[in-house]
Every structure is written in structure tokens, then in C-alpha cells.
């Protein structure tokens, strides 16, 4: 069944460690997206992709950096974790010009 | 810059009742799209409905139902039977419809629904 994965649900991790969120879809779609949820909050996007070796900054101001080197994949990394990352980061992708899909997105929290 | 404006943070409906839930949006563009989407408590979000600007005709889906107003810009979201697995944040968006759109979000709605 066609669907998009995030890897971990949760994380707990200390301060200055280096984090990979990971973002996966079966659905082959080119366009991919990472925001950044606070809990009952609105979504900000923090990065973009309209493909493989594309990446774009979102409107939110973000640390963390993508990538994008397989269509199906599309992984965040934070260098150096802060308590200020604490926070939800939710994955999306779709076909150019339609709708979301959603992952179940990562719960990172930075003691 | 395009906007989406949700003016309700918090709703309340009583279970078999109906509720709309409002959203406005700016934008310059003729070719967009508009969503309704669902976040449960920890739960994962999804499309509730889709709406073409190009089509006039409001979107339904089974209990859910639009009101588009494309020269008010406004796409309000209807519940009708209201159940208790409607309880929810409910997101108002918007794509430009262009390679280069990217989803922009309102603010959010919570949704409670009382038995």
C-alpha cells in the first residue's frame, strides 16, 4: 500500500547531538516537504524538494538541513540538537500541483 | 504574499449537530487549490476535502461539504451528523497551482464534539 513513513515516532536525545528524522514514500511523487509543528499549533515549512538533488529552504528559518539523493527519500538532519528543536516534524509529499500526504511525523524532544 | 486565515481557534458541536468551520485566504492567482485537512490528537493528518478554485461546484464528501466563495475568498468547511471521531484540528490550505505552490497553512481550529 502506497504511503509515506517517518522513523522515529518519538525521540528523546541530549543537547549537542546530531539527529537524522528519517522520510520515506512509496507513492513516487517529486515533491516533498518537512514542517515544523508545535503541539495544537500551525505548520511552518522549514524545507522543500521538487526532486531528487533539489532541496529548498521553507518560509521558517530552520538549523536543520535535507537532502534528497533517491525520489523516496527524503531525510532531516540537525548538526548539533538544541532545546529550542524541541517541537514535532511532520513529512509530506505529493505529485506537483496536488494535494499532501502526510506522515505520522517525529516527536523530537532535546533535554 | 498568499495567507490563510482560520478566525476560529476553538469549536464545540453536540454529537448528530452541525457545525461550519470558516477560513478566508489572499491570494492573486486564478489557478489554486484549497484543503480542508484533519489532525487528530497524536494522530497523523489527513485530507478531509479538496476544492479546484477553477470549479464551481463546492466539494462533498459523504458528512463534509464546502462552501466555496471564490470572489469573497472564502472556503468554509461543513460537518453535518456530527460524530465524536470528528474531534480534531482542523487545517484550512492553500496551493498555488503552479509547479512552484507549496501548501500554506491557517492557524488551525480545534474541534470538540460533545456526546
Known amino acids: 500500500e502506497a504511503d509515506i513513513y517517518q522513523t522515529p515516532r518519538y525521540l528523546v536525545i541530549g543537547t549537542g547531538k546530531k539527529i537524522t528524522l528519517e522520510c520515506s514514500q512509496t507513492?513516487?511523487?517529486?515533491?516533498m516537504y518537512w514542517y515544523q509543528q508545535d503541539p495544537g499549533m500551525e505548520l511552518h515549512l522549514i524545507h522543500y524538494?521538487?526532486?531528487?538533488?533539489?532541496?529548498e529552504k521553507g518560509d521558517l528559518s530552520s538549523e536543520s538541513t535535507v537532502s534528497r539523493i533517491r525520489t523516496e527519500h527524503f531525510p532531516l538532519t540537525l548538526e548539533s540538537a538544541r532545546p529550542s528543536h524541541t517541537s514535532q516534524y511532520l513529512c509530506?509529499?505529493?505529485?506537483?500541483?496536488?494535494?499532501?500526504?502526510f506522515g505520522q511525523g517525529t516527536r523530537l524532544t532535546v533535554v | 504574499a498568499q495567507t490563510v486565515t482560520q478566525s476560529q481557534p476553538e469549536m464545540s458541536v453536540q454529537e448528530a449537530e452541525t457545525v461550519t468551520l470558516s477560513c478566508t485566504y489572499d491570494?492573486?492567482?486564478?489557478?489554486?487549490?484549497l484543503f480542508w485537512y484533519k489532525q487528530p490528537p497524536s494522530r497523523q493528518m489527513i485530507l478531509v476535502i479538496r476544492?479546484?478554485?477553477?470549479?464551481?461546484q463546492n466539494a462533498t464528501e459523504n458528512r463534509f461539504s464546502v462552501n466555496f466563495q471564490k470572489a469573497a475568498k472564502s472556503f468554509s468547511l461543513k460537518i453535518s451528523d456530527s460524530q465524536l471521531g470528528d474531534a480534531a484540528m482542523y487545517f484550512c490550505?492553500?496551493?498555488?497551482?503552479?509547479?512552484?505552490?507549496?501548501?500554506?497553512f491557517g492557524k488551525g481550529t480545534k474541534l470538540s464534539v460533545k456526546p
Open positions: 509530506a509529499s505529493s505529485e506537483i500541483g496536488k494535494e499532501a500526504f
Open positions: 507513492m513516487g511523487h517529486d515533491k
Open positions: 490550505a492553500y496551493k498555488y497551482g503552479g509547479s512552484q505552490g507549496n501548501l500554506i
Open positions: 491570494t492573486s492567482e486564478s489557478d489554486y487549490y
Open positions: 476544492q479546484e478554485a477553477y470549479k464551481q
Open positions: 524538494s521538487y526532486g531528487v538533488n533539489s532541496t
